[in-house]
């Protein structure tokens, strides 16, 4: 694997051919850009697969401009010229792989209808796809056991993912949880670092806060609040150990009201402080 920082970006990486075992995942990334950065005109002999997880951007594809905020998702097809056309609002925070979806679907032939077409694809519904890009980060930048099938399932499950949101199948919740509690969890987790308060919250998706608070701590075990800090610290984990963005500025991106609470809860659900768990992962993956 070919792991290095292109030049301009804030934070992340670019890696090429992660796994030699896995060779239809060509490269992947997570990058932070700062408002100058821009991206040229530029092809791709596989599919590249991109999710803007925080920021605004306009790309241009098939003379068309398309518009990405946080949760939005594209995909290119081999050969086709695409662009960054503006410079990003802001800090600009997204993931992406390059992948030779052919392997891929000869694995889950079910799903392969849904690549047949060879236009630009956007969808500004992708929010579940973040946890899938995120699980293919870690397997690539984690030395562990078993890596080369974890890389694997993770690859597969945001494939699987993405065909599900391009198919017009309709979408249903376990009868197990509350469809107002499935709601506020899907909030929190794919906006962890907005300042959630509860009155808010119970607005959003139709409860009263007392209301909201009993049916989530019964169907998710624990209150609102405390699984928020919970998706908080495991995205920072993420963080820590894939970038070296300060300490500091990921707990604020985080909505942490202080470093000083950042670090009492860090410590509390990891364990350790989070220079020591960057200092542990970051060195295991080296």
């Not at 060509?26 to 991109?50: D, F, K, R, T």
């Not at 405390?226 to 963005?245: F, G, P, S, W």
């Not at 950042?262 to 080296?286: D, E, T, V």
Request: proline share 6%.
């Amino acid at each position: 694997m070919r792991l290095y920082r292109p030049h301009g970006v804030l934070a992340g990486f670019h890696a090429e051919e992660p796994d030699p075992g896995i060779p239809e995942l060509q490269h992947l990334g997570e990058q932070w850009l700062p408002m100058s950065a821009a991206i040229g005109s530029h092809v791709h002999v596989v599919w590249e697969l991109y999710l803007q997880l925080d920021g605004r951007s306009l790309w241009r594809a098939n003379h068309r401009h398309f518009e990405l905020r946080s949760g939005q998702f594209y995909a290119a097809p081999p050969g086709l010229d695409h662009q960054l056309v503006n410079r990003p609002t802001g800090h600009h925070h997204y993931v992406f792989l390059g992948v030779h979806l052919g392997p891929v679907l000869a694995r889950l032939p079910a799903i392969a209808a849904c690549w047949q077409r060879r236009d630009f694809i956007h969808l500004t519904a992708a929010e579940s796809l973040e946890q899938p890009f995120r699980q293919v980060v870690r397997e690539a930048v984690m030395k562990q056991p078993f890596r080369s099938e974890g890389l694997r399932l993770a690859l597969d499950a945001v494939v699987v993912e993405a065909s599900r949101l391009l198919s017009s199948g309709s979408r249903g919740l376990l009868a197990t949880e509350h469809a107002a509690v499935a709601k506020a969890r899907n909030l929190m987790e794919n906006h962890p670092g907005q300042p959630w308060r509860l009155s808010e919250l119970g607005r959003m998706v139709g409860l009263s806060p007392n209301h909201l608070v009993t049916l989530f701590t019964r169907d998710v075990g624990v209150s609102p609040h405390q699984h928020l800090v919970r998706v908080r610290i495991e995205r920072a984990k993420h963080q820590l150990a894939t970038t070296d963005a300060p300490v500091t500025e990921v707990a604020l991106e985080l909505g942490f009201s202080s470093s000083q609470h950042f670090a009492r809860a860090f410590r509390q659900i990891a364990g350790m402080s989070a220079r020591a768990w960057r200092a542990l992962h970051q060195s295991r993956s080296a």
